[in-house]
């Protein structure tokens, strides 16, 4: 199942734009920086850590 058969909803929701746009909310609100991480789940393609991820080939933005 790739991300296209999803809702537009869904696809808006796990967007790497809506990624970085809640990393940037983050790190203004914790003052921590935050990493913008590619997945490989279909459902959840990217995700906000405040910690550097493992592999840093999976690192797609760095909000400091």
Do not use: K, W
């Amino acid at each position: 199942m790739t991300i296209s058969t999803f809702s537009a909803r869904r696809s808006r929701l796990a967007s790497f734009e809506n990624a970085y746009a809640v990393a940037c909310q983050l790190r203004e609100t914790t003052g921590a920086d935050q990493f913008v991480v590619r997945t490989d789940n279909p459902i959840q393609p990217f995700r906000v850590s405040r910690h550097r991820p493992a592999a840093p080939e999976a690192i797609l933005a760095r909000v400091a």
